[in-house]
């Protein structure tokens, strides 16, 4: 059972879909914050989110650009003005990304992997000590979803990573279930989902991230 999370490079079509899923669960649990928080059950959808979008960092870590690196940090950047402006003091995603693809490229110039517990423990402390969003936990789910994809021991460490996650939010170790999800989105074969045209957005994923809180919180300034 454990071959069902190798990380085989999926599709075009279908990494398209993981980012649209990715997006809309992500809003999800942002409407939920600003407007519902007393619903958990939103919360506990959207916290489905963040793994898939480490997925999608680990199986394009190898072939990912400094350009790419560089748009991650200026867009997280303008991102954190952006929701500073707004009135939101959270973290954001493009951020932690970025911070676990430098993680990811110095792991690959390492040849013994025993370097990789000191350098993964640096790495996570400080996520959290910077409160990055998602802190140790995006590097210790994108290190699983990188390294450890294809042992037997997979499942048992993800369901770890997700039960020491309550420290970070009593709703995140719900994320638990995000790798069936995945599974299910990348081993379907339907002709349906596989026909369904998938426009890439390319950049457009950055403003759209930005722009998503800025629309959330008119509300708020309109008195709805």
């Known amino acids: ?3 069902v999370l190798e990380l085989q490079k999926p599709s ?4 398209e879909l993981l980012k649209y899923i990715g997006f809309g669960l992500m809003l999800v649990d942002h409407i939920f914050y600003l407007y519902f928080p007393e619903l958990i059950w939103g919360r506990i959808i959207g ?8 997925y999608l960092l680990a199986i394009n870590s190898d072939r990912s650009s400094n350009n790419y690196l560089k748009r991650l940090i200026g867009f997280g ?22 911070y676990c693809l430098c ?16 350098i993964t423990i640096i790495f996570g402390v400080v996520a959290s000590l910077l409160q990055l969003d998602y802190g140790w936990y995006s590097i210790s789910s994108v290190l699983l979803f990188k ?6 021991s997979w499942w048992f460490l ?21 790798p069936l999800l995945i599974t299910f989105i990348v081993y379907q074969k339907s002709k349906i989902i596989n026909s369904i045209p998938f426009k890439p957005l390319g950049f457009a994923w950055y403003p759209l991230y930005i722009l998503q ?7 708020f300034y309109i008195n709805i």
């Open 47 to 54: 916290r489905l989110s963040a793994p898939i979008f480490f």
């Open 103 to 118: 993680y990811l490229k110095i792991l690959k110039k390492i040849d013994k992997k025993i370097l990789y517990i000191p």
């Open 77 to 98: 950047c303008f991102a954190l003005i952006v929701m500073k402006l707004l009135g939101l003091n959270e973290a954001n995603i493009l951020i932690s990304l970025a």
């Open 147 to 152: 390294v450890f994809r294809n042992t037997k």
């Open 213 to 219: 809180w800025i629309i959330l919180k008119i509300p």
């Open 158 to 178: 993800w369901i770890i990573n997700n039960i020491f996650s309550i420290f970070i939010g009593i709703v995140q170790p719900f994320a638990v279930f995000a």
């Open 1 to 3: 059972m454990y071959q």
């Open 12 to 15: 075009r079509q279908i990494t």
